[in-house]
């Protein structure tokens, strides 16, 4: 796609990628406020130690899928499937350990059963539900570090899990929608369950304005 590729002019300081390898070192940063050294997105997550002889940088997830950059696993340079896995690997291990790391801190602050429902439920699924996670970001809110709620994946796919959705209180929807992706937001509108429609009573009884507003 050469679109998408000449949207990413790489300073001439980095010069080719290809020169460049990982040194599987990893940031995840739960704020999302990590600006890319290579491309210079900002608002990232995850992102990799790059290195080219002394030189460090640290790039996004989409640089270091985009290009081949080499890597060496126990002193081989490893092919670029190796290091595509190697880099998976790392990067599921690492936000899991996140997620982990969040939950504790959130259980450490409550007794309420919800949260440990919660917790056992990621431990299960690795996902919360929309309900479980509306109990664990109220918690998320009150640490005294900001944690994006992004970090958490939220099961939108079932129906059931939609009806879930559907069912929390505003002030619940209102927690958990930041934390879905575009396209889950978008589903969930489309059944009226936006952060301000709201639902069940859409059907007959919602007047156009509020049609409207929730296109
Ligand atoms: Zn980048």
């Known amino acids: 796609m050469p679109a998408s590729r000449t949207r990413y002019v790489l300073d001439e300081a980095i010069g080719r990628p290809q020169d460049w390898s990982f040194s599987w070192e990893l940031k995840d940063d739960v704020t999302f406020g990590t600006t890319c050294q290579f491309c210079r997105k900002n608002q990232q997550r995850i992102s990799y130690e790059v290195q080219r002889a002394d030189e460090r940088r640290w790039i996004c997830q989409r640089c270091a899928g985009r290009y081949d950059l080499g890597g060496v696993l126990n002193g081989v340079a490893v092919d670029q ?34 949260v440990l429902e919660a917790a056992l439920h990621f431990d299960r699924n690795l996902q919360l539900s929309p309900l479980h996670a509306a109990s664990m970001f109220f918690l998320l809110a009150t640490l005294p570090e900001r944690i994006d709620p992004r970090i958490f994946e939220i099961q939108t796919r079932s129906r059931a899990h939609k ?38 009573i859409r059907s007959k009884a919602a007047p156009a304005a509020d049609r409207l507003a929730a296109h």
């Open 163 to 200: 009806q879930e959705f559907g069912a929390l209180g505003l002030a619940a929807r209102a927690l958990v929608w930041p934390a879905l992706t575009p396209l889950q937001q978008r589903g969930l509108s489309a059944l009226g369950f936006g952060p301000r429609a709201r639902a069940s």
């Open 81 to 114: 499937m190796t290091i595509r896995a190697t880099l998976h690997d790392c990067t599921e291990r690492q936000k899991l350990r996140t997620c982990l790391d969040v939950i504790r801190r959130c259980i450490d602050r409550s007794d309420d059963p919800a």
